[in-house]
């Protein structure tokens, strides 16, 4: 397995690999289908992020396909150019395999060059296997979203997370 920072010819791999986390996921924001991810987009998304230092997309590969994701989102603002909004995903059949840990040890890693102090997440209450992931990799819970998204017909309650490095 590879960990790296995205390229531009990875565009069509990313949409694939986003479009296949959303379907597989009952935690992501979008519900399978919802959104309809393009390489274009993508690509627009990856050359928009290598022209700031504060956001990053680091991808996990295995035998040529993209199987996990993190995307820091930097903030836009003098004020808040210190923290980065975190998304991350990875592909069911490979959860649970210390994939999670690896992309957030280089997120750290990247962090620290680019003087980002903050790092920040919110995942649904219910999704333990993340909530364990983000507590391992040194974040801690600082409150709860009532009622921040509808999965299911039922609210449900969100833990907003963060890291300070």
Known sequence: MIIRHITPADAQSLADLITQVEN???????????RQTSAEAQLKRIEAIQKV??????IAEQ??????FIMAVGGAAKRNRHSAYLVAGILREHRGRGIGTKLFEELDCWASKHEIH????TVVIHNQAGVTLY??????IEGTKKHSLMINGEFVDE???SKLL
């Not at 597989?24 to 919802?34: A, I, K, T, V």
């Not at 035998?63 to 996990?68: A, M």
């Not at 507590?135 to 801690?140: E, R």
């Open 118 to 121: 903050r790092l920040e997440l």
């Open 63 to 68: 035998n040529n396909r993209l199987i996990g």
């Open 159 to 161: 833990y907003y997370m």
């Open 24 to 34: 597989e996921s009952d935690y992501m924001l979008f519900e399978p289908g919802e």
């Open 53 to 58: 230092d504060h956001s990053t997309i680091i």
């Open 135 to 140: 507590k391992k990799a040194g974040f801690q």
